[in-house]
Structure formats: C-alpha cells, structure tokens
C-alpha cells in the first residue's frame, strides 16, 4: 500500500517533538506539505526537509493541495475552531487538538459541522489510549478495589496564568481528562460542578476544581496550571475495598487493598514521542485513514466531552451543579 500525505498545518514545538516522531515511527506516512505564517518558521522547515515538503505561506493553499490525503493541525487554540472548520470543508482526513473553539459562542458551531462532516476525523486524546488507563478499568471492572467511590485526576503545571479567555480550565481540560474519567468508570457524568480559584483576569483561572456526578460516584479534576511542580499528573481511583493509584507519565499503577498491595508498570509506547500515548493516538488515526473506518476519537465522542465542559461553563456563572446537556441539534 502507498503511503498517507500528511500535510501539517502549523510548525512549532508540538509539532517538531510529538507529531514528526510520531509519524516516523509509525512509518506510513510522508509529510509532504507544511503550512506557517513567519518568514523565519518558513526557513526553517526548508533547511529541515529541504525540497522533500511543500511548503506554504497560508493553509487555505495546503487544503487545496491535490497531492494531500490527510491534515494534521497544531497551531494556538485562538485559531483551532477557524481552520478545524476551513479543514472540514475539504475532503481530507483531519487530525486535530483539542479544544475546538476558544469562545463559549464557537465550540457549538464547529461540533455541529465535525459531526456532519463526511470524513475521517480524529481529536488528539492521547490520555485515553495509555495502556495504564485501559489495565487500572480492567481492574475496577473485576472488582479488585471493590465498588469505586470517587476517582480524581490532580494535574499540577508550570505552564503559567493563561489571562483574558473566554472559557473555564476545566473546559479547556475535560476533552482530556474528563475523557480518562469516563474510561475508569465505564460511564459518563450528569451534572457538573465548578469551584474555581481566582487571581486570573477572565474565565480561566490558573486554580480549579472540577466535580463530576457519575451517578452517585465522584469524580475529580484539581488543577493548578500555575504550579511549583514543573509537571504532576496522577490519578487515584477509591474503592469500597482499596485503592489505584497511577502515574500518568510513567505508567506506574500501584493496587492496594487490605490483604495485598503490588506495583507494576504499563507505560505508553516507547521512546515518548514528547507525551504519552501520543505514538498510539497517531498510529490510530492512521488506521482510520488506511481502513476508512471512524477513528476511536470521532467527533460524537467529542461532542459528548465537550458537553461536559460546557456544563463546567453554567457552573461557574450559577455557583451550583449544572446538568450535561446535548450539544447536538
């Protein structure tokens, strides 16, 4: 079979450590086309790629491009509703980060189009692909813990205040992590309840607490993105009979229970390519282009988590529990 044209749409950081390690080590693509806006950010992929890559100024001419089966966007979150919604309007295959809209007002217009669009879609949910999340569900499946009574996720950055968005934290985070939640529990929450920090001009507080209402079980999401921790994630998951304890970063799972306690290790892929699970979230989304099949992170499991978030949006302007409610018209 003849390998996947990538085009990439944006030249930074995430793009040079997690995206190209990633496609390489997956080996079915090519890149051949990239798209960035400076002067300097244009050199640079020339000296990297040299004539090998197609190499634009804006991405409306890389959409256009014949010669692409598939886009891959990494560019600041102010422009991902924008282009998620110009790359819709092609008949290529789109990768993409989440969250799909940086305003309150646009996430609901760029879902109503991802979920009508023909085809192949796929949100960057890496966190749901490492294999310690899927081996710790399996464990509170088989009763090891006995019945879960609150699972939470604490996430502590040094990524610094991020002032003047229109969107909460816990928005911006749940496609991620509330979508870790929902793996552990096998379920989604109802109702949503924000208690937010303060100190942050506009919506997103650097501090904050998201609770979730799995039926009657809880779940949790701290997080301070302003942190003396350069990065933290853990996650812990209480049981009627005993507790998991996981390191996201390194795949660690500790079980404990009253009658025995062990450690073992169920890293992402490896090497890294830059985060976890991000070599697995790439070699699915090229398997969705290669099969033509939905990928696992298609735009109905988005617009499920982004309902959560929303919620976590009614939330904070009521002070009280907000209901998950339908995005989809």
Excluded at 50 to 65: A, F, I, K, P, R
Excluded at 129 to 151: D, F, R
Excluded at 187 to 212: C, M, W
Aim: aromatic share 6%; net charge negative.
């Amino acid at each position: 079979m003849s390998k996947i044209k990538i085009g990439i749409i944006g030249y930074g950081n995430w793009v040079k450590d997690a995206y190209i390690p990633a496609l390489t080590y997956d080996g079915r693509a090519d890149i051949v086309a990239i798209s960035a806006k400076s002067d300097a950010t244009i050199t640079a992929i020339k000296s990297q790629f040299g004539n090998t890559v197609d190499v634009y100024s804006n991405y409306e001419d890389l959409l256009n491009s014949p010669s692409i089966d598939a886009v891959m966007i990494a560019v600041p979150d102010a422009l991902h509703g924008k282009i998620v919604l110009a790359a819709l309007d092609s008949d290529k295959a789109v990768f993409y980060e989440p969250p799909i809209g940086h305003t309150r007002a646009l996430i609901p217009k760029v879902l109503d189009k991802l979920v009508n669009a023909p085809q192949i879609t796929h949100a960057d949910l890496e966190l749901g692909l490492i294999p310690v999340i899927s081996e710790a569900a399996k464990l509170i499946k088989n009763g090891a813990i006995g019945k879960p009574q609150n699972v939470g996720i604490d996430l502590r950055s040094n990524w610094g205040p991020e002032p003047d968005q229109d969107t909460t934290n816990i928005n911006r985070l749940s496609t991620w992590y509330v979508h870790v939640l929902n793996i552990l529990l096998n379920a989604t929450p109802n109702r949503v309840l924000i208690l937010d920090g303060y100190g942050t001009s506009g919506r997103r507080q650097s501090r904050s607490i998201g609770l979730f209402d799995y039926n009657g079980i809880w779940g949790e999401l701290k997080v301070n993105i302003d942190s003396v921790d350069k990065l933290v994630i853990t996650v812990e998951i209480i049981g009627s009979k005993g507790e998991i304890q996981i390191d996201i970063l390194t795949g660690e799972l500790k079980l404990r229970t009253k009658e025995k306690s062990l450690t073992e290790h169920f890293p992402a892929l490896q090497p890294y390519a830059d985060w976890p699970g991000m070599r697995e979230s790439i070699t699915h989304f090229l398997n969705a282009v290669e099969s033509g099949n939905s990928s696992f992170a298609n735009a109905h499991l988005v617009a499920e988590l982004q309902a959560i978030g929303m919620a976590s949006e009614e939330s904070k302007d009521t002070g009280n529990w907000a209901i998950v409610k339908n995005l989809l018209r």
